[in-house]
């Protein structure tokens, strides 16, 4: 059965390849979804997909890419919603 995990990053995580390290890091462990760089400095994203491989997702957002700072991780469950392919918005 699919997990779905909605994240929001908060501190110095835009202008670090956040995004493009979180894409690399779910499409090796296969999991779907998007992230996105938010105007208020956040950086969002939907895993969804094996639920051991969301969660090791969501750990790595917890630090983020090595010259990330992440001060806070927004998680919340969302409903599968069939979500394929992992894509920067």
Known sequence: MAKRRHVIAHGRVQGVFFR????EQAQAAGVAG???NRPDGTVEAVFEGDPDAV????????S???SARVDRLDVSDEDPRGESGFAVR
């Open 34 to 36: 998007w992230v996105r």
């Open 20 to 23: 493009d390290a979180t894409r």
């Open 64 to 66: 983020g890419p090595g």
């Open 55 to 62: 969660e090791r997702l969501v750990g790595f957002c917890r």
